[in-house]
């Protein structure tokens, strides 16, 4: 008898709650959607839940590596730029830059960008079909980290 592979499952719901906005509920957790035509600033549009689930698995393939590679790092942090097209409506580049906080080597901050792109399963399905490209690169602790929320 062969080999069962076994698949991993995810389920989320999504509920529309009024013309101001959704919720998307998974496990126990839940997210305020921006789904309300003339936009809000205290939840995620659909574009930017797309940027955000790619940023939460750059940094999920981070934590799953680091261990196996025994990369030492005191921070990273991810930040992301995308460019929609209109028509059709897709998401036409998406480019990225990986801060890590280390005092590892060259050789090993590539080896670990390449073990972001090459294992992420949302890199993997958004990279077949939209300009991805980005850098991994190196903080110190003393350059701290910009804030870019504004």
Not at 12 to 18: F, I, K, P, Q, S
Not at 24 to 46: E, M, Q, V, Y
Not at 74 to 103: A, C, F, K, N, W
Request: hydrophobic share 40%; glycine share 6%.
């Amino acid at each position: 008898m062969p080999d069962q592979i076994t698949k991993m499952v995810f389920d989320v719901t999504a509920r529309r709650l009024d013309a101001q906005g959704s919720t998307a509920h998974c496990k126990d957790a839940d997210i305020l959607l921006d789904t309300r035509l003339a936009g809000r600033r205290d939840a995620f549009n659909p574009a930017e839940l797309l940027l955000a689930a790619l940023s939460a698995c750059m940094l999920k393939s981070i934590e799953r590596v680091t261990p196996i590679l025994k990369f030492q790092l005191r921070s990273v942090e991810v930040h992301i730029h995308g460019v929609r097209q209109d028509v059709p409506p897709r998401m036409e580049s998406i480019h990225y830059e990986i801060l890590i906080d280390t005092d590892e080597s060259e050789h090993r901050l590539d080896l670990l960008h390449e073990n972001v792109r090459k294992y992420g399963t949302v890199f993997n399905t958004v990279a077949p079909g939209t300009q991805l490209q980005g850098v991994l690169r190196r903080v110190w602790s003393s350059q701290g980290f910009v804030d870019s929320r504004g």
